[in-house]
């Protein structure tokens, strides 16, 4: 059983640098695009599992949320596991694209967020560990 348990979303996340924001209509040409892993419950289990959360016995930090059947979705399943998570609670929704965040930098590092929740607003009850479960 894990010591740290994570219940949150896991995102594709798109990251566009541009020299400044656009105003409303407007387009501004983006200077860099990367495409990696996110979500703020992604994040959460890998920085536990990268503190050594629960070190030494056994799996320290799980990780429940759910992902499309898609490469984006394997992507974050395999970064969180990598880091030391186990992943064996991450569901894998057919049919639902994973959680993507569309997130523009600009040259003074401010930053604006899109958000689609896609996979993550699949999660059920049923995905959560039973003694989880029953002390909701």
Known sequence: MSRVLVVGSLNADLV???ERFP????????????VGPGGKGANQ????ARLGAGA??????GMVGAIGDDDHGR??????????ADVDRVAVRTGAATGTAVIT?????RQHHRRLARANAA?????LPPSTTSRC
């Open 105 to 109: 930098v600009d040259a003074r590092g």
């Open 75 to 84: 992507t974050v399943r395999d970064a969180v596991a990598a880091a030391g």
């Open 45 to 48: 289990a890998v920085a536990a």
């Open 56 to 61: 030494g016995v056994g799996v320290g930090v």
């Open 123 to 127: 999660l059920e009850p049923g995905d």
């Open 23 to 34: 105003g409303p209509g407007e387009t501004v040409a983006g200077e860099d695009l990367t």
């Open 16 to 18: 566009v640098r541009t």
